[in-house]
């Protein structure tokens, strides 16, 4: 039973609860062990997405892989991220994640981009201000960073992961041809993030050595086709080539069923936001330990794509009649992107959100992203081993 349901309280993770799973794991038996721990050299067939590198860091060392998201840093900050990540794991590979839409203006600093936004939309972004007594951001304001604001911002990223020679490069939005042959020529692995079948199709012709098919549930830029459904499809377009599922994997329960699905393991996002290595606002951590599915949404309104949050003012604000036509990526970020930043930077909890995906009402405990880890696969084993 999730916890929300349970008031609050319950055993942990999932209805067996961490601390039940030894003794019942050690009459199962079942082993976890996929074709993803080969490819990717990992004990447990668990990939964890995060933007903080402590938490990255956890999830290697308890035997995971651990894809950092990098999308909002600058090539030197990434550059330094990469270098501190193998100064902590060694020898043990890791990914990097970009988010490159195709669509991204070829330049243009964010103030001339800012400039293009239609009068209406500038007021009714005025209105939220004002309405929710939004204050100014008091730090430079991150998204706009972003390198899918412009091609040559993405293109300065993408040039530091390929001369660090990462182990593994993930793209999702937008998967430029090129970057998975000069990602090849160096040897790095390179992982399609996709949230349809027809996207899970042009990855593979591109040569993606693994596919994410990422379901509806899932925190962050998401498609409209559920996990249970997009990953079986993908599973059958994919031929030898590993598909991993994401979208509302918060437990060993959702383990197994992936697995079931025909996955080769997990990419998970929500799982460890709360964990005691993550970086997120405790106030945020706070919020995410008492919300269930319900209290996300999938909305266009920050990015100008599809994408699942905490609900928050800002997006109510963009469901009303009234409310302008949202507009396109990179649009939208550069539009919302103070009111995000004013509310991280004021802690301001009744404005903050973060990307959450609809898992959330399974993530009940600050533990250590190890427990977390280890936990999820314990309870795996033990569900798969009941089948025999
Ligand atoms: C806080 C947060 C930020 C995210 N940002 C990105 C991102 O920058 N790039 C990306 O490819 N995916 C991003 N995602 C999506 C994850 O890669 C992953 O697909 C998703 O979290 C899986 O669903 P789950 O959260 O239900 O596990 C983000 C997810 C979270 C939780």
């Not at 040897?187 to 996709?194: A, E, H, K, S």
Request: with cysteine; net charge negative.
């Amino acid at each position: 039973m999730a916890k929300k349901d349970a008031g609050g309280g319950g055993e942990g993770r999932g209805e067996l609860g961490v601390r039940g799973l030894e003794k019942e794991n050690a009459m199962a038996g079942a082993s976890l062990h996929t074709r993803l721990c080969e490819v990717l050299d990992i004990e447990h067939p668990v990939i964890a997405f995060t933007h903080c590198r402590e938490v990255a860091v956890a999830a290697i060392r308890a035997g995971g892989f651990a894809v950092l998201g990098e999308a909002m840093k600058t090539a030197d900050e990434i550059q330094e991220n990469i270098r501190w990540l193998r100064s902590q794991v060694g020898d043990k590979p890791f990914g990097i994640d970009l988010v490159l839409p195709s669509n991204a203006p070829r330049q243009g600093t964010p103030e001339e981009l800012i400039a293009q936004i239609p009068e209406s939309h500038m007021q009714y972004k005025e209105r939220i201000h004002a309405a929710y007594d939004v204050p100014l951001p008091h730090n430079p304001v991150a998204l706009r960073q972003w390198g899918g604001l412009n091609k040559r911002l993405g293109l300065a990223q993408i040039e530091c992961v390929l001369d660090e020679r990462v182990p593994a490069i993930a793209t999702g939005l937008g998967s430029p041809e090129f970057l998975f042959e000069a990602a090849h020529d160096r040897g790095i692995l390179m992982i399609g993030l996709i949230g349809a079948t027809r996207q899970a199709r042009h990855v593979l012709a591109l040569g993606a050595d693994m596919v994410v098919a990422q379901g509806y549930d899932a925190a962050g830029h998401t498609g409209a086709v559920g996990t249970f459904s997009i990953v079986p499809e993908v599973v059958e377009v994919a031929g030898d080539t590993p598909v991993i599922a994401a979208g509302g994997v918060t437990t060993g329960r959702h383990l197994a069923a992936a697995l079931c699905l025909g996955a080769a393991g997990v990419w998970t996002g929500t799982a460890w936001l709360a964990s005691e290595e993550s970086d997120v606002d405790p106030l945020v951590k706070q919020r995410i330990l008492q919300a269930t599915g319900d209290d996300t949404t999938r909305t266009a309104c920050i990015s100008g794509k599809t994408m699942r949050i905490l609900k928050c003012p800002w997006t109510e604000e963009w469901e009303k009649q009234d409310a302008p036509q949202v507009l396109k990526s990179p649009f939208q970020m550069l539009l919302s992107s103070d009111y995000l930043q004013a509310a991280n930077d004021s802690r301001r909890a009744d404005l903050m959100t973060e990307a959450v995906g609809q898992g959330v009402a399974f993530v009940d405990g600050a533990m250590p992203v190890r427990e977390i880890l280890q936990g999820m696969v314990a309870e795996a084993e033990t569900v798969l081993g009941r089948f025999g």
